[in-house]
C-alpha cells in the first residue's frame, strides 16, 4: 500500500479483526488522529520534512526563483501537508510558489484535463519549475506525457522537473517510453547502504528468482519496496518471537534493529527519522537514471552537478512585453519621450533607465508605449497586468513595494544644498578693524549710559556711594557701569553684596 487512501481502507479492517496492518505510505505531516482513528495502522515510511528540505536546497542551488507545484487530490486531502511544507521551506530562502496545481484522482478520462491544465500554464507564466509531490505512478506517467506533447518536457523547453522518491524509487520497474517522457528530470531517492553482508546475500537471492519470472527484464536488483517489505516481514517475525509478553502490535512498536533498508525503529506508530537522512539525487536522461550527487541535512548542494550537462534556466521567454513608460516623466536624462522626426505617431525613446533596461533585457522580447500620467497610476497598472512591467525614473517607496516588486536600486538620489561660493574670506585683520568702527563705538556708548543711568536710578537713595554732589554721582555710576561691563565675569556672587 502505497497510499494513506489505501491504507485506510485495508486499517479499518484491522480494528474490526484486532490485527496490526503495516502500510508504505505516511502523512507529510504527523498527526495523532491517524493514531487515534487506526490504532492497528503501522506505517513503514517517514514524513516528508527532510524530504522537503532537499528539494528546496535543490532549488536553491539551481537560483530558482518560481516554482509552480503539481499533486494529487485523494479523499484524504492529496499532498496538501507536504505542499505547506514546501511553501515554508521555500518561503525561508525566498522563492514563491507561482501556481498550485491540484488534479483530481486518476479516471479514464484526465488525460484531457491533464492536456488543458498544462497548456493553461505553457500561456499563462514564464515559470517552467515543477515540483511534483506524491501522487500515483499512473497520474505522473500521464502528466509527463502530456507535459511533453504541450512542450514543458526536454532540453529545448529549459523546463525543470522535481519528482519525490515515491516515484523515483520506481523508475527502475516502469516501461522505456515513461523514461523518454522524463528526460532532464531531477528525482529524489533514498538512499540505503548495499555493503552489508546481509544486503548482498538477500540481493544475490532477488536477482535469481526475479530473472527466472522476469526475464526480459533488464534490472533485476531489489529496490527500497522490496527491502521495506522484507523488513515489514522481519518486524513481524521477531514480534512474534517475543509474543510471550505483550500483544503483537506492542512487540512491534517497540522492535529496534538495523534493516536493509536502514534503522528501522518506531515513533508514534511510524518509522523514526534517522537523525541522519540521506537521498540520491539523481537525472533522468531518456534512457535511466544517473546519479548526481547526495543530499544530508549538514550537507547543502553546491551548483556543481556532476553527470548534469546543463541546469535548466527554469523559465520561458515571454513572447512580447509590454513595458510602460512615464511620457512626462520628471528627469529627462533618466527617460524622454520624444517623436520620430518622419513619422510623428511613432514614439522613440531614450535615456538612462531605457538603456539600462535595453542591456539587461536583450534576450527578451518587448515593446515600450507611453503615458502621460502619475507615477503611482503607472504602478497600478503594472499591478492589475495591463502592463508587464514599468521603466522610468521612479522612486521606491513602501505603499508602491506593497503592489509590484522593484529592481534592485541602479542609482541613488539624495538631498543637495546649493550655496553661492564666498571669494573674499575674513581674517584676524577685519575683524580687529571691525572694531574699530564708529558705530560699534557709539553702541558701546549708548548702552553705557543706559547702564550708568539705572545704577544711579535704583541706588541713590539708599547706597551712599551715590551720593554728594553731581560730579561725584556720575563718577560713581560711571565707573559701576565699566565695571559691570568689563570685569563681570571675575567676580563671584558675593561681590555685589
Not at 517510453?177 to 546475500?201: A, L
Not at 534512457?287 to 544530508?296: H, P
Request: charged content about 25%; hydrophobic content about 40%.
Amino acid at each position: 500500500m502505497h497510499s494513506l487512501q489505501e491504507a485506510a481502507l485495508v486499517a479499518d479492517v484491522g480494528i474490526r479483526t484486532q490485527v496490526p496492518i503495516l502500510s508504505f505510505a505516511a502523512p507529510a505531516i504527523p498527526s495523532p488522529m491517524i493514531q487515534l482513528r487506526w490504532p492497528f495502522l503501522i506505517r513503514m515510511a517517514n514524513d516528508g520534512s527532510a524530504q522537503v528540505k532537499c528539494i528546496a536546497d535543490i532549488v536553491l542551488a539551481c537560483n530558482w526563483r518560481r516554482v509552480i507545484v503539481i499533486y494529487e487530490e485523494d479523499a484524504y486531502g492529496g499532498d496538501s501537508g507536504m505542499s505547506a511544507l514546501l511553501a515554508e521551506a521555500l518561503q525561508n530562502i525566498g522563492v514563491d510558489i507561482d501556481y498550485r496545481l491540484v488534479l483530481p484522482p486518476f479516471l479514464s478520462d484526465s488525460e484531457e484535463l491533464i492536456h488543458k491544465e498544462l497548456v493553461k500554464l505553457e500561456e499563462s507564466t514564464p515559470c517552467r519549475v515543477f515540483i511534483v509531490l506524491k501522487s500515483s505512478l499512473r497520474m505522473v506517467t500521464h502528466l509527463f506525457r502530456e507535459a511533453k506533447k504541450v512542450g514543458l518536457v526536454g532540453g529545448e523547453s529549459e523546463a525543470a522537473w522535481i519528482i519525490p522518491d515515491s516515484i523515483t524509487n520506481l523508475l527502475d520497474s516502469v516501461d522505456k517510453s515513461v523514461i523518454s517522457s522524463m528526460e532532464g528530470t531531477i528525482g529524489i531517492k533514498t538512499h540505503y547502504s548495499n555493503s552489508s553482508d546481509s544486503y548482498r546475500e538477500f540481493n544475490d537471492k532477488f536477482e535469481t528468482s526475479f530473472r527466472a519470472n522476469y526475464f526480459e527484464e533488464e534490472n533485476s536488483k531489489p529496490g527500497i519496496y522490496a527491502l521495506r517489505a522484507y523488513d515489514s516481514i522481519s518486524v513481524i517475525t521477531k514480534a512474534i518471537e517475543r509474543s510471550t509478553g505483550g500483544t503483537i502490535l506492542g512487540n512491534m512498536l517497540t522492535v529496534n534493529f538495523s534493516g536493509l533498508s536502514g534503522e528501522i525503529r518506531f515513533d508514534g506508530q511510524m518509522l523514526s527519522q534517522s537523525e541522519t537522512p540521506k537521498f540520491k539525487i539523481v537525472n533522468v536522461d531518456g534512457e535511466k537514471c544517473n546519479e548526481l550527487n547526495y543530499w544530508t541535512p549538514d550537507k547543502k548542494i553546491k551548483d556543481d552537478w556532476p553527470g548534469l550537462k546543463l541546469v535548466p534556466r527554469g523559465w520561458a521567454i515571454a513572447k512580447e512585453m509590454t513595458i510602460v513608460v512615464p511620457g512626462n516623466a520628471t528627469f529627462k536624462e533618466f527617460v524622454k519621450v520624444t517623436k520620430r522626426s518622419n513619422n510623428p505617431n511613432v514614439d522613440e525613446f531614450g535615456g538612462f533607465s531605457i538603456e539600462v533596461f535595453r542591456k539587461v533585457a536583450s534576450q527578451l522580447k518587448y515593446k515600450f508605449k507611453s503615458l502621460n500620467c502619475s507615477y503611482d497610476d503607472l504602478i497600478e497598472l503594472v499591478h492589475n497586468k495591463t502592463y508587464d512591467a514599468a521603466v522610468g525614473d521612479i522612486t521606491i517607496l513602501f505603499h508602491r513595494s506593497k503592489l509590484v516588486e522593484f529592481t534592485q536600486p541602479y542609482t541613488e538620489t539624495g538631498l543637495l544644498m546649493i550655496v553661492p561660493e564666498k571669494h573674499k574670506k575674513a581674517n584676524s585683520m577685519d575683524v580687529h578693524e571691525a572694531i574699530y568702527l564708529g558705530r560699534v563705538w557709539l553702541v558701546t556708548a549708548i548702552m553705557l549710559n543706559y547702564t550708568m543711568f539705572i545704577v544711579w536710578f535704583l541706588e541713590h537713595q539708599s547706597n551712599p556711594e551715590f551720593q554728594g554732589s553731581s560730579k561725584d554721582k556720575i563718577g560713581t555710576a560711571m565707573w559701576f557701569a565699566l565695571c559691570t561691563l568689563f570685569f563681570a565675569q571675575i567676580f563671584d556672587g558675593n561681590d555685589l553684596d
